[in-house]
Structures are given as C-alpha cells and as structure tokens.
Nanobody, 124 residues
C-alpha cells in the first residue's frame, strides 16, 4: 500500500517562499511519476506540477510556471515543491500524488494515491 505524507506548509507573506516535501512509502519510488495539486474550498482540485520517474521531465500549470520548481530525490523517496514569489491566490491545501505511469499526468484521475495535504496560506 502506498502512503504519501506532505510537510512544509505554513503561513507566509506575499513574495515569500516555502518548500513542500512529500515522503512516499513505496518500495520502488523510482517507478512512479509524482505530482502536486492544490485545492481551495468550493473548488476542484487543480494541477500544479509533475515530475517523471527520473526527474527528466517536468510540467507545470501556467499559473505557477517560473515561480515553482518540482524536484525529487529517489534515494530519499521524496518529492519537493519549491515555491517562490508566493501570491495570495496560491493559498490552498497542497497534495502530492503518485502515478504509476512513466509520463506524469496533469489530471487528478491520472494519479492513484494521494497524501492528506498540507495547508499553505499566503497573506497580502
């Protein structure tokens, strides 16, 4: 059974930075693409970023491109989301997810397993 645990959320002022981490309890973490999504109350969960099994391919939502960076350390079973230049509209619960496909997807139904989420709040 795959378990994902996010951490690193918190309260930050606009323009600030946070780094989210997601540790996966997967025997073969390097077999999985990983993604980050976010959700605010009353809205659908939206794609943020994704990374292929070896980190060779990344993709980003237009809203975060140039500000956020996804990376992974397969030796630590961990995927990261470095968030710079944060804006109030980035406020959301952020979720990591695993996808057994070698090509990272951008839709929620591409992903089989999800973490519990970590809250990110950006004040203006």
């Amino acid at each position: 059974q795959v378990q994902l645990q996010e951490s690193g959320g918190g309260l930050v002022q606009a323009g600030g930075s946070l780094r989210l981490s997601c540790v996966a309890s997967i025997r073969t973490f390097s077999d999985y693409s990983m993604g980050w999504f976010r959700q605010t109350p009353g809205k659908e969960r939206e794609f943020v970023a994704a990374i292929s099994w070896n980190g060779g391919s990344t993709t980003y939502a237009d809203s975060v491109k140039g500000r956020f960076t996804i990376s992974r350390d397969n030796a630590k079973n961990t995927v990261y989301l470095q968030m710079n230049g944060l804006k109030p509209e980035d406020t959301a619960v952020y979720y990591c997810a695993s996808d057994s496909s070698p090509i990272p997807g951008t839709r929620t139904y591409d992903y089989e397993n999800w973490g519990q989420g970590t809250q990110v709040t950006v004040s203006s």
